[in-house]
């Protein structure tokens, strides 16, 4: 009697089933690479499915339009960053490791060679393309949030003087933003790691000792 429940299997020399999730996690990297090298709005979608080797149909019926594939890419690039972030927040940390958990995680996305590259991208083109810059703040949204629960959080917890939060969290993630603005400006040459981890501890400790409640 033959088994009519099993899933179907390719034949022999064909290559497997792959699962949507593998598929999309596909079209995002190839959408990623063709935005860095060759622009977002010379980047046609026929391009990203070729690259990831996926129809056009496939790529349409996984994602609606170019501007969300740019959007999945930074959201890809962000939870490689952010993984553990939360847990060392809401873990009890002392403020120092804590923030400077926060600030790392912050400084090894923004900082990165790709995120650099990714600013000036959309900085070139977003007057041409407003959606470009609609997907930047949207992706990024997540970052804000998380520098606002953490000063949210160690104000309640009586670590941090009172304040506007999202004022505070702003000027927390300029610590960081001025060293990627330096890099876009040629002033500096990207920090190395031994840079980037002393850029973060003084930081955070500048900050504390700035707004720690006494």
């Not at 090298?37 to 996926?54: L, P, Q, S, W």
């Not at 300029?174 to 031994?194: D, F, K, M, S, Y």
């Not at 900050?207 to 409640?213: H, I, P, Q, Y």
Request: aromatic share 6%.
């Amino acid at each position: 009697m033959v088994d009519n429940t099993q899933a179907p299997t390719r034949g022999p020399g064909r290559p497997p089933l792959r699962s949507d999730d593998e598929t999309r996690a596909l079209i995002i990297e190839a959408a990623a690479r063709a935005f860095l090298n060759t622009g977002y709005v010379r980047t046609g979608i026929d391009t990203i499915a070729r690259d990831a080797g996926v129809s056009t149909r496939t790529l349409y019926r996984l994602f609606a339009a170019k501007e969300d594939l740019l959007k999945e890419a930074m959201e890809t690039r962000i939870d490689a960053a952010f993984g553990s972030l939360d847990a060392a927040r809401v873990a009890g940390t002392a403020p120092q490791a804590s923030l400077e958990a926060l600030l790392s995680g912050y400084a090894n996305l923004a900082l990165s060679e790709e995120a650099v590259r990714l600013t000036r991208l959309i900085a070139a083109e977003r007057q041409e393309v407003p959606a470009l810059a609609d997907s930047y703040r949207q992706a990024t949204a997540r970052i804000t949030g998380m520098f606002e629960a953490w000063v949210r959080d160690h104000q309640q917890r009586g670590l941090l003087r009172p304040g506007n939060v999202e004022t505070v969290a702003h000027l927390l993630r300029g610590a960081v933003n001025e060293a990627q603005r330096q890099i876009l400006l040629g002033l500096r040459e990207p920090l190395t790691p031994a840079e980037q981890h002393e850029w973060v501890k003084t930081s955070a400790a500048v900050f504390l000792e700035g707004l720690a409640k006494g």
